[in-house]
Nanobody
Framework: QVQFVESGGGLAQPGGSLTLSCTIS????????INWFRQAPGKKREGVSC????????LYEDSVKGRFTTSRDNTKNTVYLQMNNLKPADTAVYYC??????????????????WGKGTLVTVSS
């Protein structure tokens, strides 16, 4: 069974930074694109970023472009989401998810196979 360990969430002030980590075990991670999604209270889950299997390509939702950076270390089976210049609108539970493909789709939930349990990010002064 695929297992996830997500960490790095917490409370940040507006303009602050957090780095999320997602370590996935029992899966050959270097075969698959990995996505980050988020879900704010009362809202639908939305795609935030994607990184292809070999980290050649990345994709970001418009509101996080220039502020968030996703990366991966396949030797550690870990994917990261560096979040800078955080805004209150970034408050949400953040989830990592594995795609069935090696390349990024259009930040859609479709095609995601395995999901982490999420980590809460709260941006507030």
């Amino acid at each position: 069974q695929v297992q996830f360990v997500e960490s790095g969430g917490g409370l940040a002030q507006p303009g602050g930074s957090l780095t999320l980590s997602c370590t996935i075990s029992r899966l050959r991670l270097d075969y698959y694109a990995i996505n980050w999604f988020r879900q704010a209270p009362g809202k639908k889950r939305e795609g935030v970023s994607c990184i292809s299997s070999g980290a050649v390509n990345t994709l970001y939702e418009d509101s996080v472009k220039g502020r968030f950076t996703t990366s991966r270390d396949n030797t550690k089976n870990t994917v990261y989401l560096q979040m800078n210049n955080l805004k209150p609108a970034d408050t949400a539970v953040y989830y990592c998810a594995t795609d069935t493909l090696s390349y990024c789709r259009n930040l859609t939930l479709y095609g995601m196979e395995f999901w982490g349990k999420g980590t809460l990010v709260t941006v507030s002064s």
